[in-house]
């Protein structure tokens, strides 16, 4: 379940940090799949972490110094796009429901920014991350150099904002902890449901599709990664996902599947028989393997 003051708390704890300057951090954009069909969106960790909002086409500030604030730039209401895409909840509702001091539309953004920019000594942002943010906000920075006769100044220093959220994230809340915690439980579950679906003749492929099941049916929003049925010698590829082969008589199926649930994932390896049975040799080296 959502909580506003997390996620405030999280703001107001960076901005606490930062000192003085001030923070960019875009959300991810969306990617196209084939034509007018796009991939599942997944929202930046960094973004979602401080913002709770999970809109691509969206943009966080965070200023710090003597009048701190949190402001957020994202997408109008637009009752024609939400018939083909789904509900957006625009400035005015983001506000309020995700607790920001300030709220405007990303199509301001050339005009807002470069004004909360200018006279910053620091500008928090992750360089390189990103071609098009770093163009956007490289333009931003040159505009304002453009102005220094006017007194205006552009922020003489740089820091990555990723290094200083990565320390926040060592530290997790009684609110992430619950959320982690039924991560697991639900991958638990689904580890259970492949081993009691799994039998000699089935496909590798079908007990992945007992993991989706698992993880769609108790709430997560979708695998942490893809999933690796690896059966036989396939599992000596590290990252195999092939997932197309026949379990086979004697073979041994090792399975590395976790979900992600409000952005936290879980991450479970589990190897055994296909049959049910290790043989000797399986035994000793699955035994010698646990106890290493």
């Known amino acids: 379940m959502f909580e506003l003051n997390e996620f405030k708390q999280r703001r107001n704890a960076l901005i606490n940090i930062m000192g003085k300057g001030i923070a960019i951090i875009p959300a991810a954009p969306e990617v196209v799949r084939n034509r007018d069909s796009h991939y599942p969106y997944r929202f930046d960790s960094y973004f979602y ?9 969206s943009l966080l500030v965070l200023v710090a110094g003597d009048e701190p604030k ?7 209401k637009d009752l024609d796009k939400e018939i083909w895409d789904g509900f957006r909840f625009g400035p005015e509702a983001a506000k309020v429901e995700f607790g920001f001091d300030e709220t405007y539309s990303i199509k301001q953004l050339d005009e807002v920014l470069p004004k909360l920019l200018g006279n910053q ?3 928090y942002f992750s360089l390189g991350a990103d071609p098009h943010w770093d163009t956007r906000v490289t333009g931003w920075l040159n505009l304002l150099r453009e102005q220094v006769r006017m007194g205006v100044s552009a922020p003489h220093e740089v820091v990555d904002i990723r290094r200083l959220v990565d320390r926040m994230r060592l530290l997790k809340s009684p609110y992430e902890l619950d959320i982690m915690r039924r991560s697991a439980a639900i991958a638990a579950g689904a580890h259970l449901r492949a081993m009691q679906k799994t039998k000699v003749g089935k496909m590798e492929y079908e007990i992945e599709a007992e993991f989706l099941h698992e993880f769609y049916r108790k709430g997560a929003q979708a695998p942490a990664y893809t999933s690796i049925v690896a059966s036989c010698a396939n599992a000596c590829t590290l ?6 082969a026949v379990l086979k008589e004697g073979d041994l ?22 049959n049910g049975q290790f043989s000797a040799p399986q035994k000793d080296l699955y035994e010698l393997v646990l106890t290493a």
């Open 70 to 76: 949190s402001i957020l730039f994202c997408r109008d």
């Open 239 to 244: 990252h195999y996902n092939f997932n197309n």
């Open 121 to 123: 000594a620091k500008l």
């Open 253 to 274: 199926l090792l399975i590395d599947a976790g979900c992600e649930l409000d952005g936290y994932a879980s991450d479970i390896t589990r190897t055994y028989p296909v």
């Open 49 to 57: 972490y401080l913002s709770g909002f999970k809109e691509p086409e």
